[in-house]
Each structure stands twice: as C-alpha cells, then as structure tokens.
C-alpha cells in the first residue's frame, strides 16, 4: 500500500506560479499512476492531470492544458505539478492520489482511485 502526501500549496497572485509535489512512500513507485485532483468549495473534487509513472505518459484537464506541467522524479518517488499563469478559478484545495491500472478516459473521476493524500490549499488572488 502506498502513502501519499501532498505540499506546496499556498497564495498566489493571479498570473503567479506554484509548484506542488506528491511523495510517496510504502510500495514501489513505478507500479503506480499518480493523479491531482483538486476541490473547490461547493464544487465536486475533479481531476487536474495524471502521470503512468513506468512511462512518464500524462494526461491533463482541458482547463490547465498549456498552464500546468506534471512530473516525477523516481529517485525521489516524488510527482510535481507546477502550475503556471495561474487563475483565481484555480483555487481550491489540491490532492493527489494514486492507482493501478491502465489509463483511459475515466481516469478523471475519483472514484477509481484508491489512496489519497492529504490536501494542500491553492488560493488565487485576483
């Protein structure tokens, strides 16, 4: 079983970037897809983008596409998110999560993912 948890999060200014990273520790790294989500108030959580570790193929939502990169460093069993150009509707709270399995088009709904790490919170001032 893998544990997760998520950092660097915090305030930016519209414009601004942020960089996010997922460590993960209890299982072998490269057997797992690592996904953010992420969840603003009142709203359902959704997916941001997704990484197949063994092969680096990504995968992203149309809103951050061009803005958001994600990454792994596997000697670090680290998965980034760096986020650029960022936007007051990108504010939420960000979680990552992780899965096996192939990846297809469902991979952006939660519910197929089995552990999650805490939540760190994006705000984006306007």
């Known amino acids: 079983e893998v544990q997760l948890q998520a950092s660097g999060g915090g305030l930016v200014q519209a414009g601004g970037s942020l960089r996010l990273s997922c460590a993960a520790s209890g299982s072998s790294f490269d057997d797992y897809n690592i996904g953010w989500f992420r969840q603003a108030p009142g709203k359902e959580r959704e997916g941001v983008s997704c990484i197949t570790v063994s092969d680096g193929s990504t995968y992203y939502e149309d809103s951050v596409k061009g803005r958001f990169a994600i990454s792994a460093d596997n000697a670090k069993n680290t998965v980034y998110l760096q986020m650029n150009n960022l936007k007051p509707e990108d504010t939420a709270v960000y979680y990552c999560?992780?899965?096996?399995?192939?990846?297809?088009?469902?991979?952006?709904?939660?519910?197929?993912?089995?552990?999650w790490g805490q939540g760190t919170q994006v705000t984006v001032s306007s």
């Open positions: 999560a992780a899965e096996q399995g192939a990846i297809d088009i469902t991979w952006y709904y939660p519910e197929r993912w089995d552990y």
